[in-house]
């Protein structure tokens, strides 16, 4: 089995014919959910709990993988800002070794980010974010029982890089599911960086998804099993999935309706949090994608500058963004 940090270094190196072959091998990378499940992971990621605080009616469940066991600041500051509007932090902590939770915790305090009341657990890299959740939503289960909001969300929206009216929204959505955007590509979901579930309809629905849902390993598999399957899991049972920032809004607010070359109206196929990340920005949307600034792959040349720009406006500095993007 490759090391993760193999892995993620082999990913990042792009050399995509080899990490097919080898995905395959390791990970059973699969459109056959009958093939996919013979590669999935039978047990748990086996939740170990560093710090528990208060837990109440409204829950945060924020994934945040550390590899080689060093935090970064953007799940500490998610959870401070939903800790503001009445949200109970819980912090899943994966990594493949536990991390030394006393120092990341200092770093934490100079960065002038305390941790609060945030429950803390620690668990190894099983199944991705999703992984985490289903062992979250096992472990939390009393808690659950009774809980009226639930929050999912992971690092790969960086921020909040400015104050804004996002998480207020929170408070006031309706019943349902709801997520930051939407996606049409290969079946209408919720992108899964921020969801909630509101209302006990929403948050039983949503464990009745996590009990069924298996591990996986793979990326398109939990793509495809998880995050595609868990909108249309309530899609199919009547339950409303909403988006904050619609799709047709944001091409509307970018006042484009052909991209690259594609026909008229492709806005649905896009990836919102790459394509419209300073419109979202614009609209109040506090965050934009990790992998958008790790890798461009709309080849910006100012990418950084139009972020920078959008953050100045509403008198932040660019040195904020830097201290979310390096380890603690």
């Known amino acids: 089995m490759l090391a993760e940090g193999h892995r993620v270094e082999l990913e990042n190196m792009g050399k995509k014919g080899l990490r097919r072959r080898l995905d395959t091998f390791l990970h059973g990378k699969t459109t056959d959910r009958r093939k996919a499940r013979l590669f999935r992971r039978s047990t748990t990621g086996s939740l170990k709990l560093i710090r528990r605080g208060p837990i109440g009616a409204r829950i945060a469940f924020i994934s945040t993988f550390w590899p080689g066991g060093n935090g970064r600041l953007t799940p500490f500051a998610l959870a401070a ?4 509007v009445g949200f109970s932090p819980v912090l899943i902590v994966t990594a493949g070794r536990m991390p030394d939770f006393d120092a990341v915790f200092a770093k934490l305090a100079g960065e002038g980010a305390p941790l609060g009341d945030a429950t803390v657990v620690w668990r190894r890299n099983l199944g ?9 939503f096992h472990f939390f289960g009393d808690e659950l029982s009774a809980a009226e909001r639930v929050f999912l969300g992971n690092d790969g929206l960086i921020g909040p890089l400015f104050p804004s009216d996002y998480f207020q929204r929170l408070q006031q959505s309706g019943p349902g599911l709801w997520g930051a955007t939407e996606s049409f590509d290969h079946a209408y979901h919720l992108q899964s960086s921020h969801l909630l579930f509101s209302g006990r309809d929403a948050v039983e629905a949503a464990r009745a998804f996590f009990r069924q849902y298996d591990f996986y390993d793979h990326r398109a598999n939990v793509i495809r099993y998880g995050e595609l399957e868990l909108s249309q899991w309530f899609v199919e049972r009547h339950i409303p999935v909403t988006p904050y920032y619609p799709a047709e809004l944001l091409a509307a607010e ?27 920005m614009s609209l109040g949307c506090p965050f934009v994608k990790r992998e958008l600034l790790a890798l461009n792959p709309l080849q910006l040349p100012d990418l950084y500058e139009r972020v920078f720009a959008q953050m100045e406006q509403r008198g932040q500095s660019a040195d904020l963004l830097y201290r979310h993007l390096r380890p603690l």
């Open 81 to 84: 800002a939903l800790a503001g």
């Open 254 to 280: 970018k006042k484009c309706d052909t991209v690259s070359g594609r026909k008229q109206g492709a806005w649905y196929a896009l990836n919102a949090q790459h394509y419209y990340f300073d419109t979202l």
């Open 128 to 136: 991705r974010d999703f992984g985490g959740y289903k062992d979250a």
